[in-house]
């Protein structure tokens, strides 16, 4: 997937690549960033979750509001339990 260009990807990502490691711990997909693009690989559903997971996160950056380690593992936690939208 690529993020659009006006998202710093430190702002997704994190300082130090902070939030890409809460991510990667709780997923068993590979995740590699190389640019604005992430390209995910492991099974189609988790695969799934960790896409629609960095939509949600590209949608709470475009409402203004800055990503937190625990705004990141909330946002995992109602992808998996609900139908809910972290954003």
Same mark, same amino acid.
């Given at each position: 997937?690529? @993020? ?9 990502? =994190? /300082?130090? !690549? $902070?939030?890409?490691? #809460? ?7 590979? @995740? ?9 690989? =492991? /099974?189609? !559903? $988790?695969?799934?979750? #960790? ?37």
């Amino acid at each position: 997937m690529l @993020i659009p260009d006006e998202y710093p990807m430190v702002s997704l990502l =994190g /300082s130090g !690549d $902070e939030l890409l490691r #809460v991510i990667e711990g709780a997923f068993k997909a590979d @995740i590699h960033v190389r640019g604005n693009e992430i390209t995910v690989t =492991g /099974s189609p !559903d $988790e695969s799934g979750t #960790v896409v629609r997971l960095f939509e949600e996160l590209v949608e709470v950056l475009r409402t203004g509001a800055d990503l937190t380690p625990d705004a990141v593992e909330r946002s995992i936690a109602m992808l998996r339990m609900t139908s809910e939208r972290p954003a």
